[in-house]
């Protein structure tokens, strides 16, 4: 076993405690790591300097610290959210490719309940005029226009009562998490993640109105000409780019192609 090998097969045994962490805390080995390391918002702290070689080395893996915070661990599990109890609104990645408190850092900045379930926002009413979203201070009009983003992004998740709440492991969502299963898929692929360009879009340096502004056209919200004629605003005739070159006037064709 070469060098790259033995180091990806570690990995995939330091990630089966990251899986554990998720899966199993209630167990007892769970309670003993938080005695000993501390716990904010359901996740372990990683110590400081009191931590151990080993628990430092499963915190790498989970936060993706040697990866600049680009973690292939995080990148593969999914809360599956059921009667939404026991998933953390701001920190769980439950609705879309990351954490809420990742996506909307700015909201999460502000917000008053960072702890808060998903079972408890939807109570509240996430909705326009609902009671969920408190604040440190006064939104601005485009913090106000994020939460609106935000809140359309929510208009499509129902809870499911009689339902719990699950992890997956995207790459088997079948089998679960295996060594094997992780190790083949360190050594053969080529891992791609988004987290850090998510980090790019709502870095502090950009505007506001900035950020919102890409992360609406990466999620294909602005009203091109092809989303207006899926909510029959316009023909299907008329969806066609202004330049005549032939293509659709989307998201894509007018930023990116």
């Known amino acids: 076993m070469g060098v790259r090998q033995l180091r990806e097969f570690n990995e995939a045994l330091l990630g089966k405690w990251c ?31 009191s931590g151990s070689n080993w628990w430092k080395d499963v915190v790498k893996i989970r936060d993706g610290i040697d990866s600049g915070g680009d973690s292939w661990f995080e990148g593969c599990v999914e809360r599956r959210v059921g009667d939404g109890e026991d998933t953390l609104f701001w920190h769980d ?4 490719d990351a954490s ?12 008053l309940n960072k702890s808060i379930t998903v079972k408890d926002m939807f109570l509240l009413g996430w909705g326009e005029g609902g009671e969920a979203w408190r604040w440190l201070r006064r939104l601005c009009e485009c913090e106000k226009e ?26 088997d969502s079948a089998g679960g998490y295996s060594v094997r299963g992780v190790y083949d898929m360190l050594t053969t692929q080529d891992i791609q993640h988004d987290r850090q360009d998510v980090d790019l879009i709502w870095h502090k340096q950009v505007p506001l109105n900035v950020s919102i502004f890409v992360w609406r056209m990466l999620c294909d919200r602005l009203s091109t000409k092809s989303n207006l004629e899926a909510r ?6 008329a969806c066609m780019c202004v330049s005549r070159c032939g293509f659709v006037e989307d998201a894509h064709h007018l930023f990116l192609a």
């Open 93 to 96: 990645r439950w609705c879309g």
């Open 146 to 171: 994020l939460l609106k983003e935000r809140r359309i992004l929510l208009a499509d998740v129902s809870l499911q009562p009689l339902s719990y709440d699950v992890w997956q492991w995207l790459p």
């Open 19 to 49: 899986w554990r962490l998720l899966v199993d805390r209630e167990s007892m080995w769970y309670r003993v790591l938080v005695s000993r390391y501390g716990e904010v918002y359901g996740r372990l702290e990683d110590g400081g300097r």
């Open 232 to 237: 029959g605003v316009i023909d299907s005739e």
């Open 100 to 111: 809420l408190r990742v996506c909307f850092t700015k909201l999460y900045d502000l917000a």
